[in-house]
């Protein structure tokens, strides 16, 4: 390098470093005096102070890896029928308090019990349980068809909260074409048979039922199940096994729908009348199905169907046929997936001729090609046996060998469980000796549910510990694993449970660790976050 070029070099170095020392010195704040000292004090601005507490972050060495065992699954679900008072009012006098006692009651027994659902009958006749502007209180809540519960109160409401603080679901059950009932008090001018008369016809036995093949009944039922879906935190829509009806409501005369049928053969219609009415309600049910989910995707969609499609089906069955009578070819709603439950009404013992229980089950999961859950019925209530706690005990235990990991079953009705102690002690004590998740259904597209935060703290002989998730509006409960001498307990909590006091020992055994998860609506599982406990 030339002495010229290092010269240079040297005098651009000193320019730079006497630029750097006016920008730190153009960039410094003047001390400025405290008059009560002698001191200066540096007027130092500080940084915003946030509002929110900084969440604590556990330290590394106290979250680790575990393998935690599976929780428990199965669907345990009993109905509540309102129609003609048969479960719930058990009177169409009762006052609100009442109402609410008996509804508390009944929550109360299923949660201690260890069932995880309520199917409660919102709509027992083109009538309402909840507040609506499509349809009138109803003659079983308070006595009147069209009078609404003073002190007013929104009952389904009421359901819907009390079941999710005790951590369960809650399923709108509703009858889609029964327009009145025999039991329902006098027509009015506020029941829907009278307000849309166009489109119901009157059956001999006194019953009042929309013709389903009429686009108005489809229309009509299809806004109620909106209106329902889209204001109340339901988990479910439930139907069940009405739907052109029985024979015997006619007197065993044909469905009086000459109107419809005659409009559609003169349209150029060319199925059956059999086939069109099956048609109708194919149609109605596939619709509903995917209304449902376009309001609300995680809200579930079941049906509870006769348990015979066809006499033969499968082979050596014999009894009525609710594709030929009912015109509900429930066979082709599963087939079709049409459904996120079926739970087909088997009410006949084990080992009953004609209508054996096993045998119906196991068709019934042969047609299951979308692998949909199918949860049966049960006829808790009156199954015709001996020794209807055994009976119950065994099916339950059946289904389980056959359904396997998506065990399932719902009561028919709940007082089966509140009229028979022998029935509810014979269920705790044995298959519902612990709690369960209800399935998870992978159709069904959820976002990933956040990974709680576990806090623990050493409280003498307990560990103290609480958690929390930053997403809680996505979580329904919370699944708490305790580990005593390597083995794992789980405990499934509400959740408003947000800590617990866990004994260090226990029955001779050692507390190792603790491992937090969330769970949402549909079943699902959060990660975990684990602590040893030292």
């Known amino acids: 390098m030339k002495v010229s070029n290092l010269k240079l070099i040297i005098l651009l170095g000193v320019l730079a470093s006497c630029g750097s020392s006016r920008t730190v010195q153009n960039n410094t704040v003047k001390p400025t005096r405290n008059p009560n000292t002698a001191n200066p004090v540096k007027n130092i601005s500080k940084p915003p102070v946030a509002n929110t507490k900084p969440v604590p972050v556990p330290p590394a060495d106290e979250v680790f890896k575990v393998n935690l065992p599976a929780i428990n699954r199965e669907f345990r679900g009993a109905w509540i029928a309102s129609v003609a008072n048969i479960n719930w009012p058990s009177r169409n006098d009762l006052s609100i308090d009442q109402q609410k006692a008996e509804a508390i009651s009944m929550l109360d027994m299923l949660k201690d019990n260890n069932f995880n659902a309520v199917i409660f009958q919102v709509r027992p006749s083109a009538d309402a349980l909840y507040t609506s502007s499509i349809e009138p209180w109803s003659y079983f809540l308070t006595g009147e068809t069209g009078r609404s519960p003073y002190p007013n109160y929104d009952p389904l409401q009421f359901w819907i909260e009390e079941s999710h603080k005790r951590g369960l679901e809650l399923h709108v059950w509703l009858n889609p074409y029964r327009a009145h009932h025999t039991n329902g008090g006098a027509v009015n001018s506020l029941s829907m048979a009278n307000k849309l008369s166009d489109i119901v016809v009157r059956l001999k036995n006194g019953m009042y039922w929309f013709d389903p093949a009429n686009p108005k009944t489809q229309g009509h039922v299809s806004n109620v199940v909106k209106d329902i879906v889209q204001r109340y935190d339901i988990d479910a829509v439930h139907f069940d096994d009405y739907f052109y009806p029985y024979a015997t409501y006619n ?145 339950i235990e059946l289904s389980r060998q056959i359904l396997k990991g998506d065990a399932g079953e719902i009561h028919w009705s709940i007082a089966g469980l509140t009229r028979n102690p022998s029935m509810l002690s014979t269920l705790r004590n044995g298959p519902y000796k612990e709690k369960a998740l209800v399935p998870k259904s992978p159709w069904i597209k959820a976002a990933p549910l956040a990974t709680p935060t576990l806090f623990v703290a050493d409280n003498g002989s307990f560990a103290q510990a609480s958690w929390s998730n930053k997403n809680l509006k996505d979580v329904f409960q919370w699944a708490l694993f305790k580990q005593y001498n390597g083995v794992w307990e789980i405990e499934i909590l509400t959740l408003d449970t947000l800590s617990k006091d866990i004994p260090k020992y226990k029955y001779g055994k050692t507390l190792n660790a603790i491992a937090i998860k969330a769970i949402d609506r549909l079943g699902n599982e959060s990660d975990y976050m684990a602590k040893k406990i030292k």
């Open 251 to 395: 007197k065993g005369g044909d469905f009086p729908d000459n109107a419809t049928w005659n409009a559609y053969v003169s349209s150029g219609g060319t199925l059956s009348r059999a086939d069109w009415r099956r048609d109708n309600v194919n149609k109605f049910v596939e619709r509903i199905y995917k209304e449902v989910h376009a309001e609300k995707n995680y809200v579930k969609f079941g049906i509870s169907p006769f348990g015979i499609w066809k006499p033969g089906y499968p082979a050596g069955i014999t009894g009525s046929s609710q594709y030929d009578e009912l015109y509900a070819d429930a066979k082709l709603w599963l087939n079709k997936g049409w459904v996120d439950y079926f739970s087909p009404q088997l009410y006949w013992p084990i080992d009953s001729k004609g209508q054996g229980f096993e045998a119906l089950l196991n068709w019934w999961e042969s047609e299951n090609t979308m692998k949909r859950h199918l949860w049966p019925g049960l006829n808790t209530v009156e199954i015709r046996t001996s020794d209807r706690p055994s009976e119950i005990k065994n099916q």
